[in-house]
């Protein structure tokens, strides 16, 4: 692509020399004959020290945001190269989400996988392929492409889009993390919708967010870039994330305020399935069914719910779309042939340990079996708050590995069981995480539900830093045949 039709995006229409662009890089490492150089500014690294490094691999043009030296490369300075990469990658890829797509965002601090998937069901229901972008990767029909980060980088959102249009997809689901609004990776384009989950503390510190203060205003960022905003009237902080909005507002919630209201939530619940249902009424009249547990999930469903009423969605994809949602990882639950209950979820920290017992709890299950391990390299009060918990709210606890990075897994162990021996909880130590799965098959009794958590939709086992294939679901069924 010309440079000048990139650089209009910015509004510069002279002081550079036409050439062919071929690609946008912003890692000097991926530098090629012909690119576009951004020196982006990060936690760890300025890019505009490897301006020479990506002008010797050929680059044909650098965006900085200060004179740098990057011989046979003309240098573009710009106030902001994070604005400038993404209103260069939206024009790279030909403006996807300006009539190609429509783009939903997700943000809040839980909730925005299993929204987002939600949305996705209740669209596909009503015929309209979708594509998501969030945690679990960006999934395009029957693809799944991992990402490293939960909202990809404005060139990768620009380029999955362009992919999604591509394949004939009318919509993308996206997780519009903190993060990834902070740091304008979905700057400059238009969502039709904009959906708040829910707000609390997280990402607090480090190369995340300064104080609660940043955190909420990033993810008010998005009501700002949305045509309509779809909120949780419930949540205490609904205020300061709509501060500064100019969309226009819808609201969802259980109280009598909200214009979309849910009512008499229930548990759904059978060998094998648990679910919820809840009555909505105010601006829609109906019984919605979901496949997945807990009261949360009916906060989530309502969300999707008003998000598809935004876009005119008719109430049988909604029904039909929500009884069948499966999200990867998130309360998913796993064929087996006893009467029991076998989930997989991501749960990986006290908060998300607690959300996932206290909601399997109540479905009153003969035992609450839980099977995890805690990240090595991670802070260690997180082993503390999880062994607390999950000796505190499981009937039994399978103390195991997760990801132990460069730690040993016994010393993870150990400090698991600080937490643990608070509560006088029963656990068993099986550090080999296979073996602990096939533990759990071999002695899950009828009427248990077992949840295997830390994993999800992680298909992979780090440890000493090499990642080595580890898909739950391959090895449960791999056990269960062994077992034949």
Not at 84 to 107: C, K, N, Q, W, Y
Not at 358 to 379: D, Q, V
């Amino acid at each position: 692509m010309k440079l000048s039709l990139l650089l209009e995006a910015l509004g510069i229409r002279e002081g550079f020399a036409e050439t062919d662009i071929t690609d946008l890089v912003y890692d000097s490492r991926k530098a090629g004959l012909g690119c576009a150089f951004f020196c982006l500014r990060g936690s760890a690294a300025d890019g505009h020290k490897y301006a020479p490094q990506a002008a010797k691999a050929g680059a044909a043009a650098v965006i900085a945001e200060e004179p740098v030296e990057a011989p046979g490369a003309q240098v573009i300075l710009v106030p902001d190269t994070r604005k400038a990469l993404a209103l260069m990658s939206a024009a790279f890829f030909r403006r996807p989400a300006e009539g190609d797509i429509t783009v939903i965002g997700v943000t809040g601090t839980k909730g925005k996988t299993t929204t987002a998937y939600m949305i996705a069901s209740i669209l596909e229901a009503a015929g309209h392929k979708t594509g998501v972008m969030g945690t679990i990767g960006v999934k395009i029909g029957d693809t799944l492409i991992q990402t490293d980060n939960t909202t990809p980088a404005s060139y990768e959102v620009q380029k999955y889009l362009r992919q999604m249009a591509d394949a004939g997809c009318d919509y993308c689901v996206m997780e519009a993390s903190s993060i990834g609004l902070k740091d304008l990776r979905v700057y400059g384009f238009p969502f039709a919708v904009g959906v708040f989950t829910n707000f609390s503390e997280d990402h607090i510190g480090g190369v995340e967010h300064k104080d609660m203060r940043e955190y909420m205003e990033s993810k008010a960022k998005l009501f700002s870039m949305c045509k309509v905003g779809v909120v949780n009237l419930d949540d205490d902080n609904v205020e300061g994330i709509l501060k500064g909005h100019t969309c226009k507002v819808k609201t969802y919630g259980f109280g009598q305020a909200a214009q979309l209201r849910g009512a008499d939530c229930r548990h759904l619940t059978r060998p094998g399935f648990l679910g919820i249902a809840f009555e909505v009424a105010g601006e829609l009249a109906f019984t919605a069914e979901v496949g997945i547990p807990g009261r949360f999930n009916a906060y989530n469903a309502l969300a999707a719910i008003a998000c598809c009423h935004v876009l005119g969605i008719p109430v049988e994809a909604m029904k039909q779309g929500l009884s069948t949602v499966k999200v990867k990882g998130r309360v998913e639950p796993v064929p087996v042939p006893g009467n029991y209950t076998l989930l997989l979820d991501y749960a990986h920290n006290g908060v998300g340990m607690e959300n996932i017992l206290t909601t399997l709890r109540e479905y009153n299950p003969a035992r609450l079996i839980c099977m995890f391990g805690a990240g090595g390299n991670r802070p260690k009060v997180r082993r503390y708050e999880m062994g607390e918990i999950c000796g505190r709210l499981a009937d039994l606890s399978v103390l195991t590995a997760d990801n132990s990075r460069f730690e040993d897994v016994n010393d993870i162990i150990a400090d698991i069981k600080v937490g643990m021996e608070k509560t006088g909880g029963k656990y068993v130590v099986i550090p080999d995480r296979r073996e602990a799965m096939a533990w759990c098959l071999e002695n899950a009794r009828p009427g248990d539900i077992v949840v295997f958590a830390g994993k999800g939709h992680e298909d992979y086992q780090e440890i000493n830093g090499v990642k080595h294939p580890f898909d739950e679901r391959v090895i449960i069924r791999e056990i269960l045949d062994g077992k034949r």
